[in-house]
């Protein structure tokens, strides 16, 4: 229909300032995994690096493999970030073709230094050829990412977490340099095929339904980001990351993410007091808020997280903050 193209065709263009992209931005009827699989199926002919501090980039190394891409595993200490100078070592062999790299470990509460790695893989001997794929899936929108000027090939994220939207709906930039690639890369399966992908948004279309519901709401919350503006809605999120910070130290809890790591958009506390995170949160719930248990097996009850993403404010946390002390002076 062609409002449906009308629809898209709005979209588009405030979806590659988001993304700080004059590329394009792929629209998929998926949550942001549909994507991980997408990335590693359209540019991996050779080895992938998979970078892994994390429930969520470990689950991507995962994916890397059950989609038969060769790989190597970069892996430090779950609360540690991933290094410039880790990424060069293990490229100066010249054997991938691929990273892959978390830009906000939501299950660590740690933010990587992308810019930062994103050089030093274009310093690596075939540095030109390697393809950047960048999970941005609690970043793009609350943490400040230059798909352009840092160089990447893919940037995906969900419309469910800082873009504050309902599930349903994933996103992902793509450079010229990976599609050409993509044109090179046998088996890119159907759903997820860029090239398809990028001939339909070309006329405004998506190959397969598209999911309109979701994309009437992401017109409106993108004109929403607009109006607030991106540098101050990044500025309202490093503020209320600082916010919880000194709260949370304040209670005598120590961060579980590395310091001058932590990211913009979810604080992970060690939860080294034993606080029991289901009671707090049945009280929470009572009062109309939630925090999150630590992520997975290995995280849960030794840590847990809160969020301050998306459309929330400052006022929000204190709210929270209010509640969770009263909670723990019974
Ligand atoms: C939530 C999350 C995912 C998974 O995204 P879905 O939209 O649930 O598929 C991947 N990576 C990170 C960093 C996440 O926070």
Same mark, same amino acid.
């Given at each position: 229909?062609?409002?449906?193209?009308?629809?898209?065709?709005?979209?588009?263009?405030?979806?590659?300032?988001?993304?700080?992209?004059?590329?394009?931005?792929?629209?998929?009827?998926?949550?942001?995994?549909?994507?991980?699989?997408?990335?590693?199926?359209?540019?991996?002919?050779?080895?992938?690096?998979?970078?892994?501090?994390?429930?969520?980039?470990?689950?991507?190394?995962?994916?890397?493999?059950?989609?038969?891409?060769?790989?190597?595993?970069?892996?430090?200490?779950?609360?540690?970030?991933?290094?410039?100078?880790?990424?060069?070592?293990?490229?100066?062999?010249?054997?991938?073709?691929?990273?892959?790299?978390?830009?906000?470990?939501?299950?660590?509460?740690?933010?990587?230094?992308?810019?930062?790695?994103?050089?030093?893989?274009?310093?690596?001997?075939?540095?030109?050829?390697?393809?950047?794929?960048?999970?941005?899936?609690?970043?793009?929108?609350?943490?400040?990412?230059? +798909? /352009?000027?840092?160089? =990447? #090939?893919?940037? %995906?994220?969900?419309? @469910?977490?800082?873009?504050?939207?309902?599930?349903? &709906?994933?996103?992902?930039?793509?450079?010229?340099?990976?599609?050409?690639?993509?044109?090179?890369?046998?088996?890119?399966?159907?759903? +997820? /095929?860029?090239?398809? =992908? #990028?001939?339909? %948004?070309?006329?405004? @279309?998506?190959?397969?339904?598209?999911?309109?519901? &979701?994309?009437?709401?992401?017109?409106?919350?993108?004109?929403?980001?607009?109006?607030?503006?991106?540098?101050?809605?990044?500025?309202?999120?490093?503020?209320?990351?600082?916010?919880?910070?000194?709260?949370?130290?304040?209670?005598?809890?120590?961060?579980?993410?590395?310091?001058?790591?932590?990211?913009?958009?979810?604080?992970?506390?060690?939860?080294?007091?034993?606080?029991?995170?289901?009671?707090?949160?049945?009280?929470?719930?009572?009062?109309?808020?939630?925090?999150?248990?630590?992520?997975?097996?290995?995280?849960?009850?030794?840590?847990?997280?809160?969020?301050?993403?998306?459309?929330?404010?400052?006022?929000?946390?204190?709210?929270?903050?209010?509640?969770?002390?009263?909670?723990?002076?019974?």
């Amino acid at each position: 229909m062609p409002e449906s193209a009308e629809l898209i065709g709005r979209i588009n263009p405030k979806l590659r300032q988001v993304f700080m992209t004059e590329s394009r931005v792929l629209i998929s009827a998926s949550s942001g995994t549909g994507f991980w699989e997408g990335a590693v199926r359209n540019t991996i002919n050779r080895k992938a690096l998979n970078c892994v501090n994390g429930a969520f980039s470990d689950r991507w190394r995962e994916v890397t493999e059950l989609n038969g891409k060769a790989n190597e595993v970069l892996e430090v200490e779950w609360g540690q970030p991933i290094l410039p100078e880790m990424v060069a070592e293990r490229l100066a062999t010249g054997e991938f073709d691929a990273i892959t790299i978390v830009h906000n470990e939501t299950s660590t509460g740690v933010l990587n230094p992308v810019a930062e790695i994103a050089q030093a893989v274009r310093s690596a001997p075939n540095g030109d050829e390697i393809m950047i794929l960048v999970d941005a899936v609690s970043g793009i929108a609350g943490v400040k990412l230059e +798909f /352009d000027a840092w160089d =990447l #090939d893919v940037a %995906l994220t969900s419309s @469910q977490k800082a873009f504050a939207l309902p599930p349903g &709906l994933a996103f992902a930039a793509v450079s010229d340099r990976a599609m050409e690639k993509a044109k090179t890369v046998p088996n890119r399966g159907y759903y +997820f /095929d860029f090239i398809t =992908l #990028d001939k339909s %948004l070309q006329k405004n @279309q998506t190959p397969a339904t598209p999911a309109l519901s &979701l994309l009437f709401a992401l017109d409106v919350q993108l004109d929403a980001f607009l109006a607030e503006g991106l540098e101050n809605r990044f500025a309202r999120h490093l503020a209320m990351r600082d916010r919880t910070i000194q709260w949370a130290k304040e209670q005598g809890w120590p961060m579980f993410a590395a310091p001058g790591y932590e990211s913009p958009t979810v604080t992970c506390i060690d939860n080294q007091s034993g606080i029991d995170i289901s009671a707090l949160n049945k009280y929470l719930r009572e009062k109309g808020m939630i925090i999150s248990n630590g992520y997975g097996s290995r995280l849960k009850n030794k840590t847990f997280r809160i969020a301050h993403m998306g459309d929330l404010q400052m006022s929000d946390m204190e709210e929270l903050f209010v509640a969770i002390e009263s909670y723990l002076q019974g």
